[in-house]
């Protein structure tokens, strides 16, 4: 037999140089980085997602929200401080803070939204998040839970300290607050 792979400590090689990755046209996709922490079962990690220039359907540089709800189920995630890649299952983190202040990146924060309100949310690994939620909805689903069960795979949380998006698949509890509960 042969040993077990252990996806941990498996390494991408980017190709084209820096800020450059091989297409499987051939064709060199020019890439961006931006500075993340990722929460999921084995604790807390940090470092930098790459996103592309420009999302497939225009000009528009991708966001971070495009790179989660997009069909990619591993995404390389550069280790900083060690200089190496490695693939993060997108469907194992539990949550993801931006933790650079680009508005771009941070998922539109420029947008105007019908409804606000502040939640707090319980993930399966115990992390516990206090924000708000903003969204645009009619006023018949303006409620938080149908917010909450619309298609994305996401939730976008607007913290004081920046843009958390928590992976609904592992959001246990999902809690309207009052102004007084804040």
Known sequence: ??????????????????????????????KR????????????????LFLAQYRDHDAQPQ??????????????LKDTQKGDVRIVNRAAIVW?????????????????????QRVRVVTSIGAEFEGD??????????RVVDYANRPSRFLRLHLEEGMLFVNKDHIVELRELGEDES
Do not use: W
């Open 1 to 30: 037999g042969h040993d077990p792979i252990d996806y941990q400590d498996l390494i991408i090689v980017e190709t084209g140089g820096a800020g450059m990755e091989q297409s499987d046209s051939g064709y060199v996709v020019p």
């Open 33 to 48: 980085t931006l500075a993340v922490e990722i929460g999921e079962a084995r604790g807390k990690q940090r470092g930098e």
């Open 63 to 76: 966001r971070i929200g495009d790179l989660l709800e997009g069909t990619r189920h591993f995404l390389p």
């Open 96 to 116: 993801l803070r931006v933790t650079e202040t680009n508005d771009s990146d941070q998922g539109g924060l420029d947008e105007l939204f019908d409804c606000r």
């Open 133 to 142: 939620l903003l969204y645009d909805a009619p006023d018949a689903r303006a």
